[in-house]
């Protein structure tokens, strides 16, 4: 945390960091190679790179069989009625959000430019403010355009030709203050299943794993509350989860 004894260099390392510009990154590529064709513009770079991380992620690379499977299993309807008056569809307290803001590390923040930093050192009253619009986001389920986006960095693989498109993976920074929600709600899921005994000691990790791979996945982070509870709640008592618990989550996210 800043403040008056804080040292000049963990001040500009701190500054460094908010402004995404970290050490330990080579940075972007300056030219890629593909079919032996030479790529130097910055934007043919961004979109030949773009295009990569979309077919690496596509569903095209699933086997036939899976794709089939897949298929057959979400045609099954699911049948789950709420009346938004649960427990855990009511508004945020501010503990909830100040454990949320706990939680978080000092990482690059998004496209928005708001970093945690700024966040953890809010006075009181702008944390109320926040929370309120949290609370806004949350019953109205009007997710910010900026919070559906990220800028993502490219990150060549060690020992790898950095001229290959193939050879990156991509970090995606993403809204520091959506990140924040997306704990506030994973932890609020995590808390029922918890609370009502829908977790077995098999499943337990696993499903913490996939309420926040689904929060931070789902462009409506309103929505999809039901679905989360519906796939992790179905499966089999006392076993580890099966293959179409994964399948039916997969087809949120898809």
């Known amino acids: 945390r800043l403040n008056n004894r804080t040292s000049p260099k963990s001040v500009w390392r701190t500054i460094r960091s908010m402004n995404g510009k970290g050490g330990g990154s080579k940075g972007a590529p ?4 593909e079919q032996n064709t030479p790529i130097t513009d910055k ?3 961004a979109n030949t790179l773009g295009d990569k991380f979309s077919q690496n992620s596509s569903s095209s690379n699933c086997s036939d069989a899976f794709s089939a499977h897949r298929a057959k299993l979400e045609q099954n309807p699911l049948n789950f009625k709420s009346s938004n008056f649960e427990n855990y569809n009511t508004v945020f307290s501010l503990n909830e959000l100040q454990i949320s803001l706990s939680k978080s590390h000092n990482s690059a ?3 928005d430019g708001i970093h945690y930093e700024l966040l953890k050192h809010l006075p009181s009253q702008s944390l109320e403010l926040l929370l309120d619009i949290f609370n806004y986001i949350w019953t109205s389920g009007s997710l910010p355009s900026l919070w559906k986006e990220a800028t993502v960095i490219p990150i060549a693989k060690p020992g790898k030709d ?10 995606s920074l993403t809204s520091c203050l959506c990140q924040t929600i997306e704990r506030m709600i994973n932890d609020r899921l995590v808390w029922f299943l918890e609370s009502n005994n829908l ?3 098999y499943n337990v990790d696993f499903a913490k794993d ?4 689904i929060t931070q996945s789902a462009s409506n982070l309103i929505s999809v509350m039901p679905f989360c509870l519906a796939y992790l709640i179905w499966r089999r008592p006392g076993k580890p989860p099966g293959k179409m618990v994964i399948l039916k989550i997969s087809s949120i996210l898809d």
């Open 210 to 213: 996939v309420v926040l791979l």
């Open 109 to 111: 923040p998004g496209p």
């Open 43 to 45: 934007l043919h770079i």
């Open 199 to 201: 977790l077995t000691r």
């Open 30 to 33: 300056t030219h890629l190679s």
């Open 162 to 171: 950095s001229t290959d498109p193939a050879n990156y993976h991509p970090i």
